[in-house]
């Protein structure tokens, strides 16, 4: 606020620049501060101060927070990776869901880590199954989209029990996926959100 009160208008490259931060990084806190009304966004110009205080509601700023402002990069494997090298894939991404997509990289599964613990106890080799065998399938998949409310997509977590949502892109010949949206990225909004109304 400091920055683009003393600057503005700035773009949000500078911004990043001056706070030593990605522009990927700083993408959320912007959204924030734009949907609160504190700061105005032109598109080529950059953002200047809006001057307003809390004039806006809690529940309207967050009614407009956007999937797109808060997933994270998806981490996709293919149908006949073997259940053992999805485990090692899910450690050295430090990520808690796998999506498993097809050769025309089509969305075609889930992998959790339950799924893959529940394989594990069993007493099969799990160098010889791939993992098109234990994922969640299509159509019973549940995702979102980029420009979708982050309360929608809270409310599906919470509805199905799950920890994560593939954010795609719907196509004719199939899902594409492009992002990952999980109670993690709830979480930063939801502290986002509580530092933008102390300002
Ligand atoms: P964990 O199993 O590690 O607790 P989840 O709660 O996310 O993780 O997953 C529970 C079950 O729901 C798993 O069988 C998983 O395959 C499935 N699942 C996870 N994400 C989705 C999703 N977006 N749509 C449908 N099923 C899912």
Do not use: W
Not at 59 to 79: A, G, H, I, R, Y
Not at 83 to 111: H, K
Not at 194 to 199: M, R
């Amino acid at each position: 606020m400091q920055i683009v009160k003393g600057n503005g208008p700035i773009t949000g490259e500078q911004i990043a620049e001056r706070l030593n931060l990605t522009r990927a990084t700083l993408r959320p806190d912007l959204a924030i501060l734009t949907m609160a009304g504190f700061l105005d966004a032109r598109p080529r110009v950059g953002y200047f101060y809006a001057g307003k205080k809390n004039t806006v509601s809690i529940t309207e700023s967050m009614m407009n927070l956007k999937v797109k402002d808060f997933q994270s990069k998806p981490v996709l494997v293919s149908e006949d990776m073997m259940v053992y090298d999805a485990i090692l894939r899910m450690f050295s991404e430090d990520v808690g869901t796998l999506f498993v997509i097809d050769p025309q990289n089509y969305l075609q599964g889930v992998l959790s880590r339950k799924d893959l613990l529940r394989t594990s106890i069993g007493t099969q080799d799990l160098n010889k199954i791939p993992v098109h065998i234990i994922m969640t399938r299509m159509p019973n998949i549940a995702y979102c989209q980029r420009n979708d409310s982050l309360i929608l997509a809270a409310k599906k977590l919470i509805e199905r029990e799950i920890d994560s949502l593939p954010v795609v892109q719907e196509t004719e010949k199939g899902v594409e996926v492009i992002g990952r949206l999980t109670k993690t990225s709830i979480t930063r909004a939801f502290i986002s959100l509580a530092e933008t109304h102390e300002l």
